[in-house]
Nanobody, 124 residues
Framework: QLQASGGGSVQAGGSLRLSCVASGRTLSNYVMGWFRQAPGKEREFAAA????????LYADSVKGRFSIVRDNAKNTVYLQMNSLKPEDTADYYC???????????????????WGQGTLVTVSS
């Protein structure tokens, strides 16, 4: 089970840190991703991190502002979001997939496990 938290309401330019805790699973066995879905839009990729944390991948829209890190000892992956913009407003979902060491990918269809969303609202 994946439990996402940390969403909230912030003004443009602010920061939030999302957390995703895995229970019943050993997080180090999974590539982890963050995806988001804005009202009326399709779910889109935001960031992903390999099992070791050595490889990361970002959507162009968040590159340089968001940072994905993982703490396998705590079975937790984080998404640090800085310089937030109103267009970042969405439900954010974490996802996991058993993967080869070093793999990282952005296609949501490749992720087997999903948590519930946590809402991020950015006002201008």
């Amino acid at each position: 089970q994946l439990q996402a938290s940390g969403g909230g309401s912030v003004q443009a330019g602010g920061s939030l840190r999302l957390s995703c805790v895995a229970s019943g699973r050993t997080l180090s066995n999974y590539v982890m991703g963050w995806f988001r879905q804005a009202p009326g839009k399709e779910r889109e990729f935001a960031a992903a991190i390999s099992r070791s944390g050595g490889n990361t991948l970002y959507a162009d829209s968040v590159k340089g502002r968001f940072s994905i890190v993982r703490d396998n000892a705590k079975n937790t992956v984080y998404l640090q979001m800085n310089s937030l913009k109103p267009e970042d407003t969405a439900d954010y979902y974490c996802a996991a997939d058993p993967a080869r060491w070093g793999s990282v990918y952005k296609d949501p269809s490749q992720y087997d496990y999903w948590g519930q969303g946590t809402l991020v609202t950015v006002s201008s």
